[in-house]
């Protein structure tokens, strides 16, 4: 999938520490997104390094996704896991600040970055003393785009988002779920953003954290732009 | 002058392993147990006196024995085959009339040691990986069991602002494994059959028997107050404690697993307590490094504790249940233990 389906392309790879903890932090695209595998994945292919996904601990309650998900390496997105992954262990993070309004944006609203939550993930950075690593991605949006939504049915099923995508359209409803298309994944690291602040603390300025915290996403929404006009086609790159 | 020693729960496992423990002290210089029933070890030196559920006479022994230290283990953490108002009246109104007796104007109690589980910690989707003592709970309290724990803690907590000298150690103990002790898990363990909730494979943890009976000697011993976790290191899926007990997964259906449970209950082939349907969704892990930090060192991990089950398991299957190799008679105790016909070697 990673190699073949998707070509995932890196670029400054080296920006990612081979020691020590660090907070990766992405743009978030796709009905059931593909951002997150194939940035955990690359990492563990190209650097050795494991990475922990951080993810709604919605997933936790849904038989086998939650399952998988533990198993691929991924944990519920708790300040006390992601303070134990960083600080305690020194290991790598992600973490998506969009939260679910990230996938769950429809095909118009594409690489149009949502809120960034409310900066839990400049918090956790700075308690624990890393930095935190933005990375851009390209090409997730159009593997599984996102045609409507059906707010009635989510609720019905207790769901974040019911979406309706283009792979069922193609593939039919069951298929459709499962079946990405190949668009072409490129994926940017930028340069390391630390903070000038104590760590171990049990609280940080909120005006500092919010601050910061739109800064990475006015980063990362121009690398995304950048990354945009570069390319030609959505699935050769 | 010796350390005078009250064990509630003589009978049950936790009990009578822990006097036992404290028999080979040469420091503590009397034991004594309660119990509803006899005691299933054998004992040295350990008074044993017959009480019902809830103390009520507790108040009269402790000031006619002048104990300095007492145990309380009698604490029901399982909900197997118990009515939820004798779950009450054991956890509840027996921790109740514990902390009154040793709270009394003029107590000669100087430290009371409180069993717990890390089921006060509940499980749900929103848990952090690891629990640390201070962090509270997410999930919602449903179950008989979990509210009693929770009731228990809270009157610890009044009992150490109220009695701000004594030392209080709790004890939250995750899930035991071990040789002999049988709860719900092992007992399915045991008979081969470990139910789950399909889709689920929940991470858990769980401290060996002997680790238990050790932990609780050494905040005895060492006189440490506060509340710790105890639990072997790491956690490990649900579906390899079955894989290396040799047991075959049950699954039950996600939704409702409990009524689909409750026919293979009623024929004795799975114990499914309605306090573990959320664990075996969610599973539960604590942070152990409180404890570790008092110079505390566990023999066992959680496979470890697995392991050893199965070992005892493997034996149980060659040779069979052995026959318990002692029983309590009365006459025959008190003569060893009070008769000036025994010649006694150990005197001070």
Known sequence: ?237 | MGRRVLITGLDTFWGGRMAQALEADPNVEMILGLGTDEPKVPLERTEFVRADQTYSILNRIVRATQVDTIVHTFLKTNSVGISSRVLHEINVIGTLNLLAAAGAPGTSVRQVVVKSSTHIYGASEKDPAWFREETGRNAPVRTRLERSLIEVEALVRDFIMDNPRLVVSVLRFAHVLGTDILTPISADLRRRLLPCIAGFDPLVQFVEEDDVVRSLEHVTRHRIPGTFNVAGAGKLPWSEVASIAGAFLFPLPPINPRSFASPFRLLGLIQFPVEMETLLRFGRGVDTSRLIETGFAYRYSSAGAVESLARANNLRRAVGDDEPAYRYEQDVEQFFQHSPAVVREIDG
């Open chain 1, 1 to 237: 999938m990673y190699r073949h389906w998707f070509r995932v392309e890196w670029e400054g790879l080296d920006k990612i520490p081979m020691t020590g903890g660090a907070l990766l932090v992405s743009n978030h695209a796709g009905a059931i997104p593909s951002d997150a595998p194939a940035i955990m994945h690359g990492i563990e292919e190209e650097l050795g390094r494991p990475v922990y996904g951080m993810a709604d601990y919605f997933f936790r309650k849904v038989p086998v996704v939650g399952t998988l998900w533990s198993r691929a390496g991924g944990v519920a997105a708790h300040p006390d896991n992601a303070y134990r992954l960083l600080h305690d262990q020194g290991q790598l993070s992600l973490v998506f600040p969009e939260g679910t309004k990230g996938p769950s944006k429809t095909y118009a609203d594409r690489y149009r970055l949502r809120r960034f939550g409310r900066g839990g993930f400049v918090e956790i950075a700075m308690r624990s003393g890393v930095p935190v690593i933005p990375i851009a991605v390209v090409g997730a949006e159009e593997s599984m785009p996102i045609l409507f939504r059906i707010n009635g049915l989510a609720k019905a099923l207790k769901l974040p988002y019911f979406p309706v995508t283009a792979n069922d359209l193609a593939f039919g409803p069951l298929l459709g779920k499962v079946a990405y298309f190949p668009a072409k994944i490129k994926i940017h690291v930028l340069d390391p953003v630390t903070f000038d602040v104590d760590p171990g603390l049990e609280r940080y300025s909120k005006s500092r954290v919010m601050d910061e915290a739109e800064r990475i996403r006015a980063m990362l929404q121009d690398t995304l732009h950048d990354m945009l006009r570069e390319r030609r086609s959505v699935w050769f790159g």
